[in-house]
């Protein structure tokens, strides 16, 4: 199964990209897809307390499991936040 | 049907306050609040020279809509236009702006007041204020204070 | 001097919201609230025909100004602009104005909300409703419901 | 000592005047114009329990003491009130 994703704002600048395709076996959580993509782009570790998800735009846990051509998008904190440490 | 009742816009040019006052004209409506939030000149103390905002557009227009929904379902209203303006926009100019009308005063300012509250805490758009030596990314509820 | 900070107008033609949010347009301000008051096609269950509004004008001008001044000691705000028109004012057009710009957008909320009370209170306004088979004079503080 | 009355919205209807000018013995209260001003003008009788008074542009009460040149407002119901009754 595949999962889009999309980068933002922080997010996109620092990792340079908008967009990229997960490939999973069976139905990962959230947080497994984290995972991969903090594996894909180091850049984004820093970020771990701050981002949030929403997946089909609207927003989820890191529990959520995900699903076949879902659209996971990392939401860094729209409310100020860890932006500042990593900066 | 609500969906009538509510405009909600992710433009990529200058707002129009004056189309946003007609969009919730209404004739039985004595009241209307309108709210500007407009980009300042300095932040924290430091100059801004260039702001930009960003957003994840087709998840930030539906929580605009979802926004003034559950306004429309808690106040007896007439009408509300909500927009955000994305991309570069110069000093001094809206970047966002909710309209409000009300047959009585109380509800179209506490929904007006409403409506920018929870826009600012989960409406997925983000700004890039440019200043001498450096830029940083910043949230919208942070917009008037700088990131905490 | 405050009163560099505020305007207050009593006018005999329509009121420019767009020149309203001008005059209270601050660089250090990113927050303006304009609330718009505009005549009803309906009071108490009638079909209103028309509307006029008279003035003690000297006086109601000075506790316009009163008002504003009050707003600017008590709140961190940039400036305030605040109209009455009088005379006839068609169905649906604005009959009073008020515009506040302030840093933050709770202040900016809270004096307009006070402005536009306090004017309803106690400015010397008072506006006739002509209707199908009658006419009466009330007061502005009933503009909203009709008198008590 | 003359003082200048003036009269607004409903009470210049009823009057059928907008200003007049009163001329006292002495430093009248404003009540002691007001109980005149009924005589002149018997229509103001039933306002008496609404109507307030403003002396050179400023509110005061029916105790307040006129002084020569005084400009002295009826000021009918700014908040609704007993303009209905007597309608």
């Given at each position: 199964m595949t999962v889009k994703v999309r980068f933002f704002a922080v997010l996109r600048e620092r990792t340079g990209v908008s967009s990229t395709v997960l490939t999973f076996e069976g139905s990962p959580s959230v947080h497994e897809a984290w995972q991969l993509l903090q594996q894909q782009y180091p850049v984004l570790g820093p970020f771990s307390e701050c981002v949030t998800f929403a997946v089909n735009r609207e927003y989820v846990n890191q529990h959520h499991r995900l699903h076949d051509g879902d659209e996971l998008a990392l939401i860094p904190p729209v409310s100020g936040g860890c932006d500042r440490e990593v900066q | 049907?609500?969906?009538?009742?509510?405009?909600?816009?992710?433009?990529?040019?200058?707002?129009?306050?004056?189309?946003?006052?007609?969009?919730?004209?209404?004739?039985?409506?004595?009241?209307?609040?309108?709210?500007?939030?407009?980009?300042?000149?300095?932040?924290?103390?430091?100059?801004?020279?260039?702001?930009?905002?960003?957003?994840?557009?087709?998840?930030?227009?539906?929580?605009?809509?979802?926004?003034?929904?559950?306004?429309?379902?808690?106040?007896?209203?007439?009408?509300?236009?909500?927009?955000?303006?994305?991309?570069?926009?110069?000093?001094?100019?809206?970047?966002?702006?909710?309209?409000?009308?009300?047959?009585?005063?109380?509800?179209?300012?506490?929904?007006?007041?409403?409506v920018i509250d929870e826009l600012k805490k989960t409406v997925p758009i983000w700004k890039k204020e440019v200043f001498e030596g450096g830029q940083v990314w910043i949230g919208l509820q942070s917009g008037s204070g700088g990131p905490k």
């Open positions: - | 049907m609500e969906q009538t009742r509510l405009v909600a816009r992710i433009l990529h040019n200058p707002i129009d306050l004056g189309e946003m006052l007609a969009m919730v004209s209404d004739p039985s409506c004595g009241a209307t609040v309108l709210f500007v939030g407009s980009t300042r000149d300095h932040n924290e103390g430091r100059q801004v020279l260039e702001l930009y905002y960003e957003a994840y557009e087709e998840m930030a227009r539906k929580e605009m809509e979802r926004i003034a929904q559950s306004a429309l379902a808690q106040w007896n209203l007439g009408k509300i236009a909500v927009a955000h303006r994305l991309g570069h926009v110069p000093l001094g100019e809206a970047s966002v702006a909710v309209a409000v009308s009300a047959p009585h005063r109380s509800e179209a300012f506490t929904a007006a007041r409403y």
